[in-house]
Nanobody, 115 residues
């Protein structure tokens, strides 16, 4: 089992920046990819950014150039640096870890971008 805990959400003004973090515990060594997803009210959960062990980072088109994902394998953490935030970025952000046949989700952290 793997446990994922996100932190760093909050309220930010348009154009602002915020960093999210996700810490993995338990059998974290089984995870080969970690990433961030988000879900806005009434919408499906979509991929924001993922980082795989061999494939490198991938981003959703609407966050390219604004968001940066990074991993610290020594600390079993993944971070999401977000810049130039827009109201459309408002959502609950979820950390996801995957390894083998299993995928794990954190509880989510709210980001609200205010005008």
């Amino acid at each position: 089992q793997v446990q994922l805990v996100e932190s760093g959400g909050g309220l930010v003004q348009i154009g602002g920046s915020l960093n999210l973090s996700c810490a993995a515990s338990g059998s974290a060594w089984t995870i080969h990819s970690m990433g961030w997803y988000r879900q806005a009210p009434g919408k499906q959960r979509d991929m924001v950014a993922i980082d795989t062990t061999n494939g490198g980072p991938k981003y959703a088109d609407d966050v390219k150039g604004r968001f940066t994902i990074s991993r610290d394998d020594a600390r079993n953490t993944v971070h999401l640096q977000m810049q130039s935030l827009k109201p459309d970025d408002t959502a609950v952000y979820y950390c996801r870890g995957a390894g083998g046949r299993y995928a794990y989700w954190g509880q989510g952290t709210q980001l609200t971008v205010s005008s």
